[in-house]
């Protein structure tokens, strides 16, 4: 439950556009969870984002060595 809470978090901050937004649920996640992690997304894993929220988080923990500290602990806090 934890990593569906979190990619659906990571996955609603990193994609843009209207047609996307209006074909997703509605978002996850605490605001200030939302802004950790998202300058990571966009920075890592901006070429994965279309794949699945799945996706974006496995993108974020092979880039764990290198994201901010803040998105660190979102990914800890909820069981990363």
Do not use: W
């Not at 978002?27 to 200030?32: C, F, K, M, V």
């Not at 998202?38 to 929220?53: A, L, M, N, P, T």
């Amino acid at each position: 439950m934890h990593k569906f809470f979190l990619a659906l978090c990571l996955l609603s901050i990193s994609v843009s556009g209207s047609a996307i937004a209006q074909q997703q649920p509605a978002r996850s996640g605490t605001p200030e969870e939302q802004a950790a992690c998202s300058r990571d997304v966009q920075h890592y894993c901006r070429k994965v984002i279309d794949q699945g929220d799945f996706t974006i988080l496995a993108c974020l923990q092979e880039h764990r060595a290198k994201i901010s500290r803040a998105c660190d602990q979102v990914l800890k806090n909820h069981g990363q």
